[in-house]
Every structure is written in structure tokens, then in C-alpha cells.
């Protein structure tokens, strides 16, 4: 969906070395040979002759300039001009793989240049042989970029600078720069902020390490004696049950200190990790895992783009095939998350938390307050140290001839200087466009955070006022859908890339529909687990949900091929009707499967998604939703050239993405989301988060797991088969 956004990037910028493309208008045919006054070596290099230059009279130069700019070029500007490109076209043609872009120059009826008429075809963006370059003597290998994206990049003298290539560039096109590689990078001993963090998170690091340490050694100490003797003020790590008929003894606690060495040890973390459990609403648990690695595989043709492709048009046209539909319909995984965030979140509320007899203003405000609260400590901290190590350890983590485009993060934190604290608050999603391009992926915790506070008063309010909680619930939907039917256009960024595309009003549907899937689901159960159980019922479900999402997935799919140039464009008619529709339909074909699937229904698919892999894998979704980015971009730019789009690249790319993601995920569970959790929990007076007391059912599916598949039908005809047997005993 971006790469439209990245058509016009690279189509308003003309300074990709202007002069070149508008001397490929006549061409000559010139062979390959050596540059004349290079040292000797170059005519080693026997590659394809680039396409031919043909050599522009000063006269014809200044005369065309003037055409562009209305302005005379000066001597020096022209000096750096034939030095810059004149001087380095034979270099060019034997050292380098360089295609030019290709240029289609507008004039008009008396032949005079006229920039409105020019057309850019990016066919081929890419650039020489860096190795080759780096390998000759007397060159150097810079390129041209613009807002991070690299837009063509060459071989040139050491006598040509990069000032006066910026030179070029600007008097062409304001806003394209030029870096060549070697010349002006950062080093991360002269980086005082870069610094700062890289030893917050060695402090981090080592923190846990120590505190592991100690747990270790406590318990070994005490275990040691413990058989011999006791020892006095020692208490076990663990609490033990005690010896003694005192009800009020029946176990020991640990000490402050040992219980926040125990929030911070990362045995104990890993046994959280690792640990699993039996609810009849496993199967979240894939879904999360699926959801997310949809997530990356989207991104990694989407974000980050810097930077950027070789072949624009024919990435953007080989990725509006049928087959990419799984790629191109990626931006529905956020919608499933928004879904399972609301469902969760209402109907383990609804559950768990017990209503006072009384209404009370005061002890319900104190409970939605708190939930704010521990939402905010438990993401924050980790959503902090990731965003600043993208803003300022990124551009060292990655290596290659185009890692400065990641200078102070590149595309992944654009604009953090003035913007961070935004983030921080969770407020970025709302004002100027400019303010997501800050770690521009976590729009999703901005508005997710947002839900929350507006939903936490109708969870509350199932509990009270059910009824009025579903009209108001029912009511923020149908404002949502209002509110997209007017403000969308029929401009196709402007609904899928541009400012409406992470605005809260535009995404609450699937949340809203989570909402009341949680309450139905935990306060009107029976009645939906005696509607699935028609075998009708349940498959006319199953049919409906399919369709709607299958359609959603398809439409996105129609949506994101109009971004190629041979595609016809919607008009405002359809977009409205798309993005009304597939947002809501995405999220009532969810609510049927959780309602289906949560009793006990579903077969081989729940069985699938409830396997016991995915709950470990889960619980770092969110280190992996942080973390993404930042390996997409080491993999994108530590190459020696841009990449070039296959099928191939993409899955490669997405798996190495993935794995490279969780692996950092597990070290940030390990080491940050875990022990802030764990200390939190000591800090705030509330007991860690355990699971609730199974119920006789998770009982029974836990005890027949080992026998054979069983769900919650299963465990209803048993319960009954054994009460008949009772009755005709007694």
C-alpha cells in the first residue's frame, strides 16, 4: 500500500543527476573503455556498456538551465558539472552496473522545457558496483536520497566532492541530498546520546544478570543448611508450606529484597515463558502468533522502505498480482488485533473483576483509573528504550555502502526530535501527519491505548448497565462508519497511507465488535453455546465469517492494485463503501469464530491454533511488534547494493525478519517486560498476575488432553452420562 506514497517520493524529486537523463534525449553510441588520465586497472572491469551519453555544448547547458531555473549558471557551477558528471561517464560505463533512470522530457509546442510536463519512470533506480568502486583507486561511491530514500548512486572521482555534487543537486531540485560513503559518517565514540542509551540498556542487561546471580546463590545456601540446621532470619526463596496445624502459618514469605530479586530473575522468567495453560479461548494464542508474522511479512515490502528498491514500477506491479493476496491484505492483521485486545481485555474484566452490591462512583473510578495505570507501566518502559535505540543505535547496527540512511534512524524515527514525548503519551495519532513518523509502526499503541480508556467505562458499565452499554457501544460504531464515509475521498493514500489511515474514529470497529463479543461471551454463554450446537447454525457461521473475510482480504487486495500505473482508479463512491465495509466485516467474521470456537467447536483448526507452542511464542508479541522494524532495516540495507524484488527475496527476507524479531522479543521479555511486570505488581500492592482458578471444565480438558482431542460438547455429555449413572444407582 506504501509504494504508492513512494511513486510520488521519487517522481517530484528530479535532481537523480537531471543533466544526465536529459543528454540520454540524443544519444550517440559510445563503447566501453578506460577513462582517459584514470590509473590503469579499470580496463579489467568488462561489464556491459552503460547507456550512452551524449556530450552537451556549454552553450546548449547554460542555455537549458536557464530554461529550468530562470537563473544563469555561474562558472563554478558549471565547473563542478563537468567534473562531476562529464568527468566520471567513462569511469561510469567500465567500473560500474549503473542504469540511469529513464526520462521522459516534456515540451511543448515550441519546443521549450517545461517542468510540468516531466514524467519520471523509475524502471531502474539503482546504481554501480560499490565493491568494484571501492576497489579502484582514485573513486568513490555516493549516492543521491531524498527523505531516505535512495534515488540513484554512482561511482565518481575523488575530485569530485560531495559539495559539489549537492550543488548539482540543489540547483535542480531543493531537498535531494547527496553523502558519499566514507565522507562525514557518524561515529559512535564522538555520539554522546548513542552513548547514553547503549549503557542504559548495558545497565539493564546487567541488573538481571546480578539479581539472577543471587536468586541462584540464596537457594543453593539455603538448601545447603536448611538440612542441617536452621538458620535464623533465612527464608526460602519460595515460600514453603510450614510445619506447624497453624492455619496462620501455613507458609512462609520471602523478604522485600528477595521478592524483588525474584521479580528480576531470569529463571523465573523463563519458567513464566515457558509455562501453559488449558482455557477454552487457546486458540487466541495462534491467532496472535499468525497475526503478528502477517504483520512482518506486509512490512517487509512496506516499512521500512528506506532504502528503498531498485525497480519501483515493477515491484509495484509484480506485487499486485493474485498471489500477493496474502501480502496485500497484511493491513487486516491490525484489525485482529484490535479485535482480541478489546475481547480480552472485556471479558476477563467481566470475569474476574466482582461488581460491588452498590454501584460506586468512586471504587469503579478507582478500578478504571488503575487499569489505565498498570497499562501504561507495563508497555511503556519497553516501547521507550526501543523507540530511542531506533532513533539512535540503528544507524550502527546496520553496515553497508547506504547505511547513512539510517542516520538517527532513518525512516523508523523520522522526526523524533520534536515529536518523541508524543509518542510517549500516546497521543501521536492525533494532530499533523507528521507527528507518527516518529517509530511510525506504534500508531497501533496509540490507539489501542486510546480504546482502552474510552472502553474501560463500557466494561465497567456491562457490569451495571448492560443495556445502556451496548447503545452506547452500537452508537460509537455507527459514528465511526459516519465519520469514514465523509472524511475519505477518492484518493487512494488518503484511506490507506495518508492521514486517515491510523486516526482512532477510523479504527474502532473491530474494537467496538470485540467489546461486545467479550460481554456476550461472558455473560450470555449458555445461550450461545445451545445456538452453536446446531450443526446448521454453526456452519451457516462458519460460511458467513468466511465470506466476509475472505471478501475483506480481496477487496484490500482490488484496494492496493490501483497503485499501479496500468490499473484504473476507484472513485469516492467505491472507496467509501470499501472502507466501511471491510473494517466491520473483518471484525464480525472474528466475533463469529471466537464465539463458535470458545464453545468448544471448531475441530482440527482450534486444535491447531490451541497447540501449546503458540502461548510462549504470544506472550512476546508485543517485544516483537517493537523490535521488527528495526531488523527489517539491518536486513534491507547491510547489502552492498539495493535489493531487487523476487517472490524469493520477499519470503527469505520475511522469515529471517521474523525469526531475527522473536529472538529479540525473548530478550526483551527476558530482560525488560517480565521484571518490570513482576516489579510493578510489588510496587502497585497487587498480587502477581497468576491465572484464575480453572474451572471444572479447563479441569476436565486438561485431564483428557493426553487421552484424545475433547471440547466443551464433549465435557457437557459426560457431565450429564454420569449424572444419569448416579441417579439409576441411587
Known sequence: ATVSVLYC???????????????????????????????????????????????????????????????????????????????????????SAFRLLQFHIGTNASGDYVPELITIIPNTTVSGNYQA????????????????????????????????????????TPGVGVHCVGVDEDEFSSDPPAQAIASVLIVIMSLVVIASVLCRGYENFYLMVSKEQEVDGLVPLIPQKSTTNNDSEHQTEPSKLMKVLYACDMDTSMKEFMKTTTRPTNFLNGMRVLSICWVVLGHTLAFPMNPGMDDFINTVELTTKFRMLIVSSGLLAVDTFFFMSAFLACFLILKIVKPDPVFSFINTSKKVTMLWVDRYVRLTPLYALCLFTAWYLLQYMVDGPLANTYHRGGAVAINCEDNWWKNMLYIQNIGDESNISCFGHTWYLANDFQFLILGSFLMFGFMYTPLASIIATVVLLITSWILVAV??????????????????????GPYGIGLLTGYVLAKHKSFVQKSVQSTHIRWTGYVVSGIFMFGCMVFQWAMQK?????????????????????????????????????????????????????????????GVYLIHPMVLAVLRVSLPALAHYSDAWLLATAVAAINGSYLGGWLAFIFIERPIGALWDLASGRKARRSRKPTDEEKYLKKQRKKRPQNSVTFEREKKRKKKKKLHFD
Open 562 to 622: 490501483q497503485t499501479a500505473p496500468s490499473e484504473s482508479h476507484w472513485g469516492k463512491g467505491m472507496a467509501q463503501f470499501q472502507q466501511v465495509t471491510y473494517h466491520i466485516f473483518w471484525g464480525l467474521g472474528l466475533a463469529i469464530l471466537t464465539l463458535t470456537w470458545s464453545c468448544g467447536h471448531g475441530g482440527v483448526i482450534v486444535r491447531f491454533l490451541s497447540h501449546p507452542v503458540f502461548e510462549p511464542l504470544g506472550k512476546v508479541t508485543f
Open 133 to 172: 568502486c571501492e576497489d579502484a583507486e582514485g573513486g568513490q561511491f555516493c549516492y543521491f536520497e531524498s527523505g531516505s530514500m535512495v534515488l540513484s548512486s554512482m561511482c565518481v572521482p575523488t575530485a569530485c566532492t560531495p559539495d559539489m555534487l549537492q550543488e548539482i543537486a540543489s540547483v535542480l
Open 9 to 95: 517520493s521519487i517522481k517530484m524529486p528530479m535532481a537523480v543527476i537531471f543533466l544526465i537523463g536529459m543528454m540520454m534525449s540524443t544519444t550517440v553510441a559510445k563503447p566501453a573503455v578506460a577513462a582517459e588520465g584514470w590509473p590503469a586497472g579499470f580496463e579489467n572491469f568488462t561489464l556491459p556498456p552503460s547507456p550512452v551519453i551524449k556530450y552537451f555544448e556549454e552553450q546548449e547547458i547554460r542555455h537549458l538551465y536557464e530554461q529550468m531555473t530562470n537563473k544563469t549558471m555561474t562558472d563554478s557551477e558549471l565547473s563542478a558539472l563537468e567534473v562531476c558528471v562529464f568527468g566520471q561517464t567513462s569511469m561510469m560505463a567500465q567500473v
Open 487 to 508: 472524511l475519505i475521498s477518492d484518493n487512494y493514500a488518503d484511506y490507506s497511507t495518508g492521514s486517515n489511515y491510523y486516526r482512532p474514529w477510523i479504527r474502532f
